[in-house]
């Protein structure tokens, strides 16, 4: 490799580009390490949930409870309420008002499935303040 540094006649322009190449390599670096690091930050371990030991929340005057038998039937309050009607009773229960929160409990042979299934007639209804009800454990490992 030759160069030649100057002769009188010779006259040096400007140039104005950017050697982008040092930045496509420091981009391909970072593309790779998040390529590999993506995959590692998912977690798919099975767990044994501990109970809770949390504080207790201020319940409501008169909070609405929703409850699921262990036969699967629904009640509201203290009324029995099939699972078409669930819609209606929640709307009389809370007089329209659907920003009101639910407090959702399910006999403990309920299965999450049938939980969750209750949960979604909820959101469809258009209750989205659910809380779920369970027992206080203050000897929690």
Do not use: C
Not at 95 to 103: A, C, H, S, T, V
Request: net charge negative; proline share 4%; aromatic share 4%.
């Amino acid at each position: 490799m030759s160069i030649r540094l100057a002769r009188e006649d010779d006259e040096f322009a400007e140039t104005h580009d950017i050697n982008v190449t040092p930045f496509i390599d420091v981009i391909l670096v970072l593309l790779i390490i998040f390529m590999i690091a993506a995959p590692l930050a998912t977690v798919d371990i099975a767990v044994d949930l501990p109970a809770s030991t949390a504080e207790t929340q201020q319940r409501p005057d008169k909070p609405l409870f929703l409850s699921i038998k262990s036969d699967l039937s629904l009640a509201v309050g203290e009324d029995i309420v099939p699972r078409d009607a669930l819609g209606g009773a929640l709307a009389a229960a809370t007089k329209g008002n659907k920003d009101e929160r639910i407090f959702l409990r399910a006999d403990k042979v309920v299965s999450y499935g049938d939980v969750m299934d209750v949960m979604n007639m909820l959101r469809n209804d258009g209750y989205l303040k659910v809380a779920l009800v369970g027992l206080e454990s203050r000897d929690a490992k």
